[in-house]
């Protein structure tokens, strides 16, 4: 009888471990849920990084960015060119 009472209470405290205690199965499920999100963020990060160096790249050889940028962003236009704005 004791033997089976301990043995009962020995399989009762390995399995409240593995479920509920430190590295056991409901951590571990936490952890992964982290690691997937970092993921995530370290996919996003890393082709927001890729268009910066390919822009970076463009700059430093192109012009045809530069004139992009200078047209868009502080509204220059070339000589010669005329500028009209539409009013709605």
Known sequence: MFKV????????????NLWYGQGGYQEYNVLQQQVEL??????????????MEAEIIE????LLTVERYARKEL??????????????
């Open 5 to 16: 009472l301990l043995g009962t209470l020995l399989l009762v405290n390995i399995q409240y």
């Open 59 to 62: 700059l430093k050889n192109g």
């Open 38 to 51: 970092q993921r995530q963020t370290n996919n996003s990060l890393k082709t927001n990084n890729n268009k």
């Open 75 to 88: 509204g220059m236009i070339k000589s010669g060119e005329v500028f009209y704005k539409i009013v709605e």
